[in-house]
Each structure stands twice: as structure tokens, then as C-alpha cells.
């Protein structure tokens, strides 16, 4: 079955660098990957998907990158702030819309 | 914007007791999900439902778990005989049926099992 791996359970970094966080999937490449914010206490908020054969895919400070090569997906926030310290995460959009979730990485932006 | 809601924020139970979480999903929207999450760990899906059915369902949502929209607005999970073990985070979710990628997630309700 499908696993979604999230390497980094925590990244802090200074504001105004740029966060990487990444995403590495076992089995099949997913046709959609998406990413989605989760505060504490709070649901999963989607923020982008990216489709198996997009490369890239941008959103204001957010880049998403796709290598089925590798079997991953990398998410990027520039220019980042305190207020995008959250865990985020990675997930398989599979059949049904069964969504599969990564552990999370939880980012810490700071000041 | 419209958002998915979901009734009650927290609850607590105890073990072996039926208990009911209520979603009202985007008004718009065709297709719903549950999901939990076991404190510290993953989000985990639990069941997808369109069309009155339910269109997939993991090794989670045993005989135990069901939903139903018993109305034109509301979705329920009901745990039967809830297990302390049942203790999690469950998020309602839903989409619309054109835009089957993206999910939109209430703000859960907290069950604790006793």
C-alpha cells in the first residue's frame, strides 16, 4: 500500500529564508499530491496540488515540485514568516478521494 | 466564505457508550469524508460517502463505525460501542463534485473515550 513519508518531524529557520520541506512517496506515483496546513487543534487546510505530470506549481510564496524520478515532492515557502510556523503536510489523493497523510513536518519560523 | 462545521467541539463518553459527531458540510458540496486523528499522530481517513453511499472505507471503520445523512444538510459518524481507543481528533470533510481534489476540512471534534 501506499506510504507518504515526511522525513523532517520539525524545521526551524530564521524568517525571511526560504522553508523546504519534504515529501517522499513508496509505491505508485500519485496522480494528484497535495499539501495542506494544520494548525494546533485545528482541521488540515489545502493549500496545493500538484498533478503527476506537472513539474511545478505556484501560489503567491508557495512552490511545489513533483519528480516521479525520485518519488518526491518538495514545498517550498519564501520570504518566510513567523506566522507560517504550522505542521504541514503531504498527502496522496487516491481512488475515491481517499486521502492518504504524511506524518507532518512541523516548521518554526524564527523571528 | 462557506465552511464545514461540526458539532460538538469536544466530547467525552464513556467506554462502551454510542456516541454521534454531527458535520453540516458546504451547502454545494456531494461528496464527504470523516477522518481522525490519534493525538501526535497522522491524519487517517476513514470513509468517503457520495450519492447516499458510501464510495470506500478503510480497515478503521469497522462494523462498529457508520454515517448517514439522515437530511438535505447534516453528516454523522456513529461510533456504536466506543473503545478508549476511539480517542481522537475526527474531521468532517467535503468537496464539491467538480473539484474532487480538493478537500475541505471542519475543525473537528475531540472524543474522549473513558
Known amino acids: 500500500s501506499q506510504k507518504i513519508e515526511q522525513n523532517s518531524e520539525a524545521l526551524n529557520i530564521q524568517e525571511g529564508k526560504t522553508a523546504t520541506l519534504t515529501c517522499n512517496y513508496t509505491n505508485y506515483s500519485p496522480a494528484y499530491l497535495q499539501w495542506y496546513r494544520q494548525d494546533p487543534g485545528r482541521g488540515p487546510v489545502f493549500l496545493l496540488l500538484i498533478r503527476e505530470n506537472e513539474k511545478e506549481k505556484r501560489k503567491e510564496r508557495l512552490k511545489v515540485t513533483f519528480d516521479t524520478t525520485l518519488k518526491q515532492s518538495l514545498f517550498h515557502i519564501t520570504a518566510s514568516q513567523p506566522a507560517d510556523s504550522a505542521t504541514y503536510l503531504c498527502a496522496d489523493l487516491g481512488g475515491y478521494q481517499k486521502v492518504t497523510f504524511g506524518t507532518g513536518t512541523k516548521l518554526q519560523v524564527i523571528p | 466564505e462557506p465552511e464545514v462545521t461540526q458539532t460538538p467541539s469536544h466530547q467525552v463518553t464513556q467506554m462502551g457508550q454510542e456516541v454521534i459527531l454531527r458535520c453540516v458540510p458546504i451547502?454545494?458540496?456531494?461528496?464527504f469524508y470523516w477522518y481522525r486523528q490519534i493525538l501526535g499522530q497522522k491524519v487517517e481517513f476513514l470513509v468517503s460517502?457520495?450519492?447516499?453511499?458510501?464510495?470506500?472505507k478503510s480497515e478503521i471503520f469497522d462494523d462498529q463505525f457508520s454515517v448517514e445523512r439522515p437530511d438535505g444538510s447534516n453528516f454523522t459518524l456513529k461510533i456504536r460501542s466506543t473503545k478508549l481507543e476511539d480517542s481522537a481528533m475526527y474531521f468532517c470533510a467535503s468537496s464539491p463534485d467538480t473539484s474532487q481534489e480538493t478537500q475541505y476540512f471542519g475543525p473537528g471534534t475531540r472524543l474522549l473515550v473513558l
Open positions: 460517502f457520495y450519492n447516499n453511499e458510501i464510495s470506500e
Open positions: 451547502s454545494n458540496h456531494l461528496y
